[in-house]
Nanobody, 125 residues
Framework: QVQLVESGGGLVQAGGSLRLSCTAS???????MGWFRQAPGKEREFVAA????????DYADSVKGRFTISRDNAKNTGYLQMNSLKPEDTAAYYC???????????????????WGQGTQVTVSS
């Protein structure tokens, strides 16, 4: 079992930055990780994913060049650095995890077994 807790959300002006953290309990180093978001009235969407080693990543087109996913397995923590934030980035952000082989990244939410409770990110214009 893996339990995930997100933190780092908040209110920021457009153009600003935030770093989200996802801290895991249990065996985290063998798990691929992803970040998803859901805005009110919209479906959950993929943001970024990383394999267990940190060597492979994937991003949604809407965040490429602005967001960076990373992880520190020694700290059982994953991160999502968000720069140049836009009002359309406003959403609840969720981290997710699943067992995965090195190099395997997953962009489909259905692929993940474990989810955090979410952290709210609000970007004002």
């Amino acid at each position: 079992q893996v339990q995930l807790v997100e933190s780092g959300g908040g209110l920021v002006q457009a153009g600003g930055s935030l770093r989200l953290s996802c801290t895991a309990s249990g065996l985290f180093s063998s798990y691929a990780m992803g970040w998803f978001r859901q805005a009110p009235g919209k479906e959950r969407e993929f943001v970024a994913a990383i394999d267990w080693s940190g060597g492979s990543t994937d991003y949604a087109d809407s965040v490429k060049g602005r967001f960076t996913i990373s992880r520190d397995n020694a700290k059982n923590t994953g991160y999502l650095q968000m720069n140049s934030l836009k009002p359309e980035d406003t959403a609840a952000y969720y981290c997710a995890a699943r067992f995965g082989k090195i190099g395997s990244v997953f962009s489909a939410g259905i692929s993940y077994n474990y989810w955090g409770q979410g952290t709210q990110v609000t970007v004002s214009s």
